[in-house]
C-alpha cells in the first residue's frame, strides 16, 4: 500500500513580532490523508494538540502547509505533526522547536559616585534605538533625560551638582535599570 504522505519538510521559528511561532510543511504527494494535528511540548515528551489544518486528501504535487502558535509557552516550545489517515490510522512526523526564553535586558552605570561623565552599558537591549536614561534629583524632578543609541554610552554629567540622583532606563516603554547615583566633588 502506499504511504499516505510524503513530508518533505517541516519548520518552527519564531513569527516576525518574535512572540509567536510560524510552523510550515511541506508534502510531495497525499494518498487518503485526511488532517494533521499540530503538538507542542514545553519538555518534548508529553505533547498537546494546539491546532488542526486539512489535508488534501489526495494529492500528486508539492502542497505547503501552514500553523501559527499565537501563544507559545515560555521557554522552549517543542513542535511536532501527527498526520491522520481516512481511515483513522495516523504518523507523527518530525519534532523541531522553537526557543522563546526571555534574555532580559540590563543595565548597568558607572562609575558611581560619578563626577564628570557616566557610562551607561546595556545588555541585551532588544531594540536599543528605544532606550532612555532619566536621572532625578532628591525632589523628583528630572534634571537629565538622553535617548541611548549604542550599547555603551558616555554621558556628561559635569553641570549636576553633588548629591544624590534617582534614574531609570527604560527599553520600548518597559523600565529595565533604576536605582541611584551619587555625584561626587
Known amino acids: 500500500a502506499p504511504l499516505p504522505i510524503t513530508l518533505t519538510s517541516f519548520d518552527a521559528n519564531k513569527c516576525d513580532t518574535k512572540t509567536c511561532a510560524d510552523l510550515t510543511w511541506k508534502t510531495a504527494g497525499e494518498f487518503n490523508s485526511d488532517y494533521f494535528l499540530i503538538e507542542r511540548s514545553a519538555d518534548g515528551i508529553n505533547f498537546k494538540t494546539i491546532g488542526q489544518q486539512d489535508a488534501a486528501g489526495y494529492?500528486?504535487?508539492?502542497?505547503?502547509?501552514?500553523?501559527?502558535d499565537?501563544?507559545?509557552?515560555?521557554?522552549?516550545?517543542y513542535y511536532r505533526l501527527n498526520q491522520f489517515d481516512l481511515n483513522g490510522s495516523h504518523e507523527y512526523f518530525y519534532t523541531r522547536s522553537v526557543n522563546f526564553s526571555e534574555d532580559k535586558a540590563t543595565v548597568r552605570l558607572y562609575p558611581n559616585p560619578f563626577t564628570i561623565s557616566i557610562a551607561i552599558d546595556l545588555t541585551?537591549?532588544?531594540?536599543?534605538?528605544q532606550c532612555e536614561l532619566r536621572i532625578y534629583n532628591a525632589l523628583g524632578?528630572?534634571?537629565?533625560?538622553?535617548?541611548?543609541?549604542?550599547?555603551?554610552?558616555?554621558?556628561?554629567?559635569?553641570?549636576?551638582p553633588p548629591g544624590n540622583y534617582f534614574y531609570k532606563v527604560e527599553n520600548a516603554n518597559k523600565i529595565i535599570g533604576s536605582g541611584i547615583l551619587t555625584s561626587g566633588l
Do not use: C
Not at 59 to 68: H, M
Open 59 to 68: 494529492s500528486s504535487g508539492i502542497l505547503s502547509y501552514f500553523f501559527t
Open 141 to 160: 524632578v528630572r534634571v537629565l533625560h538622553s535617548v541611548i543609541q549604542e550599547h555603551i554610552t558616555v554621558l556628561e554629567t559635569h553641570a549636576l
Open 70 to 77: 499565537e501563544k507559545p509557552e515560555p521557554g522552549i516550545n
Open 124 to 129: 541585551n537591549a532588544s531594540d536599543i534605538d
